[in-house]
């Protein structure tokens, strides 16, 4: 009879301690002063940086796990010590996703790296999809790309919001449709290079949450890029184009071929956020005393807290499954990624909002961090697709229908 274990291994143990150490110390620490400055954190990238938790090794030791959950593990425990500080540090593996997902081995070799910089001057990349009128509505994006045959450069007109570190990258990986009449079957995915001209952000946005975490539009003017910026080749390309105009089914488009790959990571960021919250009411809860007792010994108190608890633990084992089969090459027939951030964005909110309940008007308060980690929580319901999209996802695979 085959093993059945949901034991973590040794690696996997030690990995989790370990980014929970620097989460404890490092993050934590700094997470009220840095939401507040409503900066990006450089001297916490840089201290990630330093002690290997960031930059392309890290990623691909922990994406080589044969079953998928290191980065799972690791983005929980970041996320952990906070949100913003931890898309702060982890934001740029979107872009390395897109790179990874959609290009050449060459351009990987050649992009990556430059995408972390180094641990002396740390650099961010920027993952630029959606845009003001093609949010969800991925077949709508208007930024567009030319192919110059006569210089061999790609042309990219059009705006992008929402990007995460948009503007203060070095790489920006751009999303732009190469064929409109095609929708998402006709987009493709450039990497605009550092300091390449046209390429411009007017200002950092201001936000409910995550505020570590930079967050800006990107402008592009005319933006040339080489040829050789297309991830996946021309001929790769074309290719694809071609099985489309000839209505022949093709892959998914680059923007929803990264969040396919991220989505469960998405959703172990978001475990992250609730099991700080849960774990700090639950010692609120203890140490609290109402009417001569601890308020964990009234059943209204004890109940949500267990609640907390399952609501967690149940999304983590959607989390584990879809990083499983995505790591392993399992379709997702069902829409199991989309669950995943579905339900762990989901139970975010819900833990977040009942941990600043059990705290009452202490948890109203920035004395405190789950005002912090409320905030914060909200935008698992809304970034990577929203909860609706998601369950858009899940519904057409468990009907078969094009469900509207």
């Known amino acids: 009879m085959a093993e059945f274990s949901l034991d973590l291994n040794e690696e996997q143990r030690d990995l989790r301690d370990w980014v929970h150490g620097f989460a404890a110390d490092v993050v934590r620490p700094a997470a009220a002063e840095w939401d507040a400055r409503e900066e990006a954190p450089w001297p916490v990238i840089q201290e990630a940086a330093k002690v290997g938790l960031y930059g392309f090794e890290f990623l691909a030791n922990t994406w080589a796990d044969p079953t998928g959950l290191s980065l799972p593990i690791a983005s929980e425990e970041l996320f952990w010590g906070d949100a913003g500080i931890g898309l702060a540090i982890m934001g740029t593996s979107l872009a390395v996703a897109a790179i990874y997902g959609s290009g050449t081995p060459d351009q990987l070799v050649e992009w990556v790296p430059q995408c972390f910089g180094s641990v002396s001057s740390p650099a961010v990349a920027a993952f630029c999809s959606t845009e003001p009128d093609a949010g969800s509505d991925v077949g709508a994006m208007r930024t567009r790309a030319v192919f110059d045959a006569a210089s061999d450069e790609w042309v990219l007109s059009g705006q992008k919001a929402y990007a995460t570190n948009g503007g203060i990258a070095g790489v920006h990986v751009v999303t732009a449709s190469v ?3 095609l929708g998402s079957r ?18 950092k946005l201001s936000k409910l949450g995550l505020r570590a975490s930079h967050t800006a539009d990107v402008f592009l003017d005319d933006v040339r890029v080489p040829g050789s ?34 989505r469960p990571t998405v959703g172990a960021q978001a475990l992250g956020v609730a099991r700080a919250a849960y774990e700090y009411a639950l010692s609120y809860a203890k140490e609290r005393v109402q009417f001569g007792r601890p308020i964990i010994e009234n059943q209204a108190v004890a109940f949500a807290l267990a609640d907390m608890r399952t609501d967690i633990d149940a999304a983590r084992l959607l989390v584990w499954r879809a990083a499983w089969m995505g790591r392993n090459n399992r ?26 309940q059990i705290l009452g008007g202490a ?27 998601q369950r858009l996802v899940v519904s057409r695979a468990i009907s078969g229908h094009q469900i509207r």
């Open 179 to 181: 064929d409109p009449a």
């Open 186 to 203: 006709g987009q493709a995915a450039f990497v605009v290079p550092p300091g390449t001209p046209g390429l411009a952000s007017s200002r």
């Open 229 to 262: 910026c297309l991830l996946g080749g021309r001929d790769a390309l074309e290719a694809r184009l071609s099985r489309a105009r000839s209505g022949q089914r093709s892959s998914s488009s680059a923007a929803m071929r990264t969040f396919e790959t991220t």
């Open 331 to 356: 379709p997702f027939t069902a829409g199991e990624g989309s669950m995943s951030k579905l339900r762990a964005g989901e139970v975010a909110v819900s833990v977040t909002e009942r941990a600043v």
């Open 363 to 389: 948890g109203y308060l920035r004395d405190h961090p789950v005002e912090r980690w409320y905030r914060d929580a909200k935008i698992y319901t809304i970034f990577e697709g929203t909860s609706e999209i």
